[in-house]
């Protein structure tokens, strides 16, 4: 909605508004029924033994009764507000389903499935709001979500090595996950700067010149990430990371107030 100029249209907030509840109940089964798969290596994990089913907290048997609840509850909702959000909730659930049993065992295929979960994020609001997302909202979400994905790997294999987690990489392999990583952050300001220049921006932006100084605040926001995890700051997700973090906080509402002063 923020990249369409949609922003203050009320329709498109409160159909974004049952998207986010939707793929929040989704999201939140699939995370579960992924947990009960990775129940075994999380249980010798250093951190996520702490998790509830690796604990003993939660019963496994009631995942297994919550988790597809909860998908199963986001259905009849997103039908209702609009019959494509389901059918992109049920693709993602099947994306999901293929990665907790399969691809997340296969190195690189499990960063490439996990940016396109992300991406398909996109694809629901766009299918709930009926606003057609551009070619460069994809391109840059596309890299900037493959960035964050390499980002969360090479975290988890720097930090507690490849015995756990069935993730398919060998000792050492995490340099190669940072060098592709930092070129997927590049990646995506680039396609932010050459966006700033195109007549797309023209359109929608009446002084896109101030859009370029979201260029380094990107680079430096990313650049900053990489940093962190690479000593060791990063406890597991960068997202729960970067919410958490003071510097973060700043570097997005900068870019935010560009945005919209542009």
Not at 136 to 155: E, G, H, M, P
């Amino acid at each position: 909605m923020v990249a369409a100029g949609e922003m203050w249209s009320l329709e498109a907030i409160a159909l974004g508004i049952i998207a986010f509840v939707c793929f929040g109940l989704f999201a939140s089964g699939t995370y579960m029924l992924n947990d009960l798969t990775d129940l075994d290596a999380d249980r010798h994990h250093p951190r996520k033994q702490r998790r509830a089913f690796a604990s003993g907290r939660i019963a496994p048997i009631k995942g297994l009764a919550v988790g597809p609840g909860l998908m199963l509850s986001a259905l009849p909702i997103a039908v209702v507000a609009e019959p494509w959000l389901a059918a992109v909730l049920i693709a993602y659930g099947a994306l999901t389903i293929c990665y907790s049993m399969y691809l997340k065992t296969r190195p690189l295929v499990d960063v490439y499935a996990l940016a396109a979960l992300y991406c398909v994020r996109i694809i629901g609001g766009a299918a709930a709001t009926g606003i057609v997302p551009s070619i460069w909202l994809l391109s840059f979400s596309s890299f900037l979500f493959l960035a964050l994905a390499l980002l969360k790997r090479f975290n988890e294999l720097s930090q507690v090595g490849t015995d756990f987690g069935r993730r398919g990489y060998a000792e050492g392999e995490h340099i190669l996950l940072m060098a592709l990583g930092v070129a997927s952050t590049f990646s995506s300001a680039i396609v932010f700067a050459l966006y700033a220049e195109s007549e797309a921006a023209d359109l929608l932006h009446s002084r896109r010149e101030l859009l370029w100084g979201i260029v380094p605040l990107l680079l430096f926001w990313q650049s900053r990430l990489w940093l962190s995890a690479w000593r060791g700051y990063v406890d597991d997700d960068p997202i729960v990371y970067a919410a958490k973090d003071w510097v973060s906080w700043i570097a997005i509402a900068l870019s935010g107030l560009l945005f919209l002063a542009s």
